[in-house]
């Protein structure tokens, strides 16, 4: 199921919700909106009745014209009774005839009710007031009634009912289709990355061009760096491969002559040396190959990095009691594969251990899209003109001296694959002063 079916289809399931739950809720509203109208209208019958009704020689008395025409017009739908307290109907409206009422409601002296009541499945709306009416020769209890059957009430509910219902669906069906052209619009972007990258896969553009609004533009920008990493690991592992054959000449030649003039036993001890120096050129170049797999776009926390390799050093090197300072926000982060930031932090703070004498100071600080990275050593320092031999690739397995050799080669290749730079100089501690830059 696409991205805009599923999306469609749950705004029509919530937008569906609303538009029972809003009917329900403005259908009960007019329900007891017009209920309390009709009340109020049949109350003011009942006082009209009350007022109009007339007692002589124990009969009630009406005027003729029964104050309203519709309480002389046969099965009209309004009616009106006057009863004694045992029940019995002392005077109703024309409109009764043939009609079957319900029974007066008995009723205490100034009770009044308004209620539902039905007869033989037919619902009338009834409301009652039992009043004492004085006469000449004593005072009597009468109960006044008026009474409407459902249908006009039922016919202006079903009435509002499906006008309610029709404005719902149309604004329904409007909203849908107006959440289909939105949704149409808005998931444009992501219908342009699909082709960019149909197109990236036929070979026809090398990368994602077009620009993009800001909630995909890192995804862009991560498939982007994601496929220029790519091209450059290959490009990497091709250079290792001509590198491994070219630095494996020398300890092949060394050892064919040897086997070809039929190796002796003081020429053992120095083929195994060019076997051993194989084994590292291969080591070193697969290093270096896979160490182009960076900026795979996940975040690591400098300063929890810095901790967890301090933690290790420290104990290595506890006889030294070492004071470190670390100058490092918690916030920082460092964008590319963990391991990598593990290997330059690991090379470089293991060479400051070695050689320091008291004291080490880390910085860390990020402008723009640049990570900058100081450690300082109180150490013996280098000299400056060994350091640009000391980075060089391939003298990895001829460095003698610890700390200066294998690693910082490593951490060059590394900082390189991220487009940084490598400083190595001389620190205000007076020891080595190292400057990574990271990018982004």
């Known amino acids: ?185 808005g998931l444009s972007p992501l219908r342009k990355v699909g082709r960019e990258l149909n197109h990236i896969e036929t070979g026809q553009q090398r990368q994602i061009e077009a620009q993009y609004p800001q909630e995909i533009k890192q995804l862009t920008d991560n498939i982007n760096l994601l496929l220029e990493q790519e091209r450059q690991q290959k490009i990497r592992y091709r250079d290792a491969m001509g590198n491994l054959a070219h630095s494996l000449k020398t300890p092949l030649a060394v050892l064919q002559v040897n086997l070809q003039a039929g190796a002796q036993q003081q020429d053992k001890q120095g083929m195994q040396e060019q076997l051993d120096r194989m084994d590292m050129i291969v080591k070193y170049q697969l290093q270096w190959a896979v160490s182009a797999d960076t900026k795979q776009g996940t975040r690591v926390n400098l300063l929890s990095t810095i901790e967890r390799l301090l933690n290790s050093l420290q104990k290595v090197y506890a006889d030294k009691a070492i004071a470190v300072q670390v100058i490092v926000d918690s916030s920082l982060n460092f964008r590319g594969d963990e391991g990598d930031l593990m290997e330059v932090l690991g090379n470089l703070l293991e060479n400051a251990f070695k050689w320091t004498r008291q004291k080490i100071i880390i910085k860390a600080e990020q402008r723009e899209n640049h990570l900058f990275i100081s450690i300082d050593d109180d150490g013996v320092g280098l000299a400056p003109e060994k350091v640009d031999e000391l980075l060089q690739r391939g003298v990895r397995a001829d460095q003698s001296t610890a700390g200066h050799g294998i690693g910082l080669s490593i951490v060059k290749n590394i900082v390189q694959a991220y487009g940084g730079e490598l400083k190595i100089g001389k620190s205000h501690l007076g020891g080595v002063g190292v400057r990574v830059t990271l990018t982004f």
């Open 1 to 185: 199921m696409s991205l805009a079916t599923r999306i469609n289809l749950s705004a029509a399931l919530v937008l569906l919700s609303f538009i029972c739950l809003t009917a329900f809720a403005l259908e009960r509203a007019f329900f007891d909106s017009t209920e309390s109208a009709l009340r109020d209208t049949m109350s003011s019958q009942l006082f009209a009745l009350m007022a109009a009704a007339e007692m002589e020689n124990q009969q009630v008395i009406m005027p003729s014209n029964e104050l309203d025409a519709l309480l002389g017009l046969p099965a009209s739908g309004i009616y009106a009774t006057i009863s004694n307290p045992t029940g019995n109907i002392l005077w109703q409206s024309s409109s009764t005839l043939g009609t079957t009422l319900p029974k007066p409601p008995l009723l205490k002296q100034g009770e009044k009710i308004f209620n539902k009541v039905y007869v033989d499945d037919k619902g009338f709306y009834r409301t009652a007031y039992t009043v004492l009416w004085p006469t000449q020769a004593e005072s009597v209890e009468l109960t006044f009634s008026v009474i409407t059957d459902l249908r006009s009430f039922d016919k202006q509910i079903n009435r509002y009912r499906a006008s309610l219902w029709g404005w719902l669906g149309a604004m329904a069906v409007l909203l849908l289709c107006s959440q289909a052209i939105i949704l149409h619009w």
